[in-house]
């Protein structure tokens, strides 16, 4: 029995009762063609083979594009205003410092969110050995909106 990658459509070998024959079905979802097993071929024609490879990408690009980061508004998230004022400074400071200055977790995925159009802060990662330094750029205005 073989297993369509795309649609997890299962088809049954077409063998003998008493056995498999050397024939197999081709690999693509749309093509019901049997051919002779030759090494480890799964499609009957390079057509069938270039269009099930198009196929998945088609697929990895619908996968990738289905969504997006969720950021939270920086007027509600708390963790997100004690990492915007203390990378407020315009230094570089280092995935560690972030973390313990700020108490929070998970340094690159809380700058992803302060670069969010809806929150609007500019800031640079960069690596420096094995170390990451994240320095605000701009956006500094935008810590107008949490000051009480």
Do not use: W
């Amino acid at each position: 029995m073989t297993m369509n990658a795309i649609d997890q459509d299962k088809k049954v070998d077409q063998g003998s009762v008493y056995g498999a024959t050397d024939m197999l079905l081709c690999m693509h979802p749309l093509c019901d063609e049997m051919f002779k097993e030759k090494g480890h071929k799964k499609y009957h024609s390079p057509e069938c083979k270039d269009d099930h490879h198009r196929l998945i990408r088609e697929a990895g690009k619908q996968i990738l594009t289905r969504g997006k980061i969720k950021a939270a508004l920086l007027e509600n998230s708390k963790r997100l205003q004690r990492v915007a004022r203390f990378l407020s400074d315009g230094k570089p400071h280092s995935t560690r410092e972030i973390i313990k200055e700020c108490d929070v977790c998970a340094v690159n995925a809380i700058v992803d969110e302060l670069r969010e159009p809806k929150n609007g802060f500019d800031i640079e990662c960069r690596r420096r050995g094995e170390y990451f330094y994240y320095k605000m750029l701009g956006g500094q205005s935008q810590l107008l909106r949490i000051v009480p």
